[in-house]
């Protein structure tokens, strides 16, 4: 039986689910390609599973297809109905051991701490006990939701024991990351609280030990825009180029999208302007139900990666004004990233967690939850922004987003990697 000569698995929410880490996945797996991988594969969740999860998903219809060499892996459950929890958990976990039994050298990345690193860890413990002796290099990385929604929701209910075994689970892994400097921060001052009770040392050695590695997007995706796709994608919208303010995102209070509507509301452009709400969530239908009465609110929701750009790139404003929750905050912020890349209307944003890693001077920031400071915001850039102005912020967006192309991410996550293609080059 012959093998590949390298492995790349990523445990992760991937496709279909509308997250910025499940293309964060998919950027990197496709970059491994190039890299010396010769077998990469995502090992992720069955699409029932996710539907029945209640995440946003994207058609599953017009999903992009994977580059061959890159297989996505959705392992059955283990058990029957007898089981009611962790069946899904057993499918992952027993498959990965399948993997590191072949005399593959391999390197698992898992993004979600809980449960995908659980999963990598368990099947690593596993591997070795059985004596499969495997040769993997594990690197897990914290995404928002991992500190925003799991870590401080043990913290504010005194579950410090369910706080340890994240701590210990994610430091376990050969590499420990973080996708912005905010997220390290927030992974110490977590860790420091948990020692404070606990008597244990999980701030120091996360000090030491967490590195940030931003997410990586496809550049190429967002650059060189043909026009006339761009116009022709609008027009099956019934939009005109500068002739809506667009949130594309995930539909949720977090994302600021109630303080965009009444916010609307009040804006002296919405004459010129529609406003075009890209995405779904919890809150779409709350947020269609206030808009009823307003037909210059449109919202779209089955907008594919394809189409994104082109969405983006056509806009008058794009507006992002996401705000701290207790459930969320927004600890990167991928789709200003891209937005970045696909030029069109200047962001209009908060600094909020780790926006400001992703924007930095580029974008009109307001105060969280100032809706008189977000209309007058968007005002000022659809009415009173010159042309030249405009393709100023255009330009140092641009360059400044180029740093998180995903080769470049790629090479700094696994540099070893990197110099490999480069000798073999």
């Known amino acids: 039986m012959s093998y590949p000569h390298r492995r790349l698995v990523i445990v992760v929410r991937a496709d279909p689910v509308i997250c910025g880490h499940s293309g964060e996945a998919r950027n990197l797996a496709e970059v491994a390609l190039t890299r010396g991988y010769d077998d990469v594969r995502l090992l992720t969740w069955p699409i029932p599973t996710l539907q029945a999860a209640g995440l946003p998903l994207k058609p599953l219809d017009r999903l992009l297809p ?5 297989t996505v892996e959705r392992p059955e459950a283990v058990g029957d109905y007898r089981v009611p929890d962790g069946r899904h958990l057993a499918g992952l976990t027993g498959r990965l ?21 659980q999963v990598v860890t368990d099947a690593v413990a596993a591997a070795r006990a059985a004596g499969f002796a495997p040769d993997v290099h594990t ?16 913290l504010r209910e005194g579950r410090f024991g369910a706080a340890t075994v994240l701590f210990t689970t994610f430091l376990a892994n050969d590499e420990v990351v973080a996708v912005s400097d905010y997220t390290r921060d927030e992974i110490v001052a977590s860790a420091q609280e948990v020692d404070a009770h606990c008597g244990t040392t999980f701030a120091e050695q996360c000090r030491r030990r967490v590195a940030v590695s931003y997410p990586p997007i496809d550049a190429s995706a967002y650059l060189d825009l043909d026009p006339a796709a761009v116009d022709a994608a609008l027009a099956r919208r019934g939009l005109e180029r500068d002739g809506y303010v667009l949130f594309l995102s995930r539909v949720a209070r977090a994302k600021g999208i109630y303080d965009l509507v009444i916010a609307y509301g009040q804006m002296e452009c919405r004459p010129r302007v529609k406003l075009v709400v890209a995405g779904t969530g919890p809150a779409l239908e709350h947020v269609q139900a206030m808009a009823k009465e307003d037909d210059r609110i449109i919202f779209l929701t089955d907008v594919d990666d394809r189409e994104k750009p082109l969405l983006m790139r056509g806009c008058a404003a794009y507006a992002l004004p996401t705000k701290p929750e207790p459930d969320f905050v927004e600890t990167f912020g991928i789709a200003l990233a891209e937005k970045m890349l696909a030029g069109g209307g200047p962001i209009v944003t908060t600094l909020t967690g780790g926006t400001g890693e992703a924007v930095g001077d580029t974008a009109i920031t ?14 000022r850039v659809v009415l009173d922004m010159s042309t030249a102005e405009r393709q100023a912020l255009e330009a140092r967006a641009r360059a400044r987003a180029m740093s998180f192309d995903r080769g470049a991410v790629f090479d700094d996550l696994f540099p070893q990697a990197a110099s490999a293609a480069g000798a073999r080059g």
Do not use: Q
Not at 100 to 115: D, W
Not at 139 to 154: F, L, M, Q, W
Not at 366 to 379: K, S, T
């Open 366 to 379: 307001v105060e969280p939850g100032d809706i008189a400071g977000l209309a007058a915001a968007v005002d």
């Open 97 to 117: 051991v399948e993997l590191l039994a072949e005399p593959v050298p391999t390197t698992c990345l898992s993004m979600y701490l809980v449960p995908h690193t």
């Open 139 to 154: 690197v897990a990385k914290a995404v928002g939701s991992d500190v925003t929604n799991v870590i401080r929701s043990c």
């Open 66 to 70: 994977y580059s061959p060499g890159i």
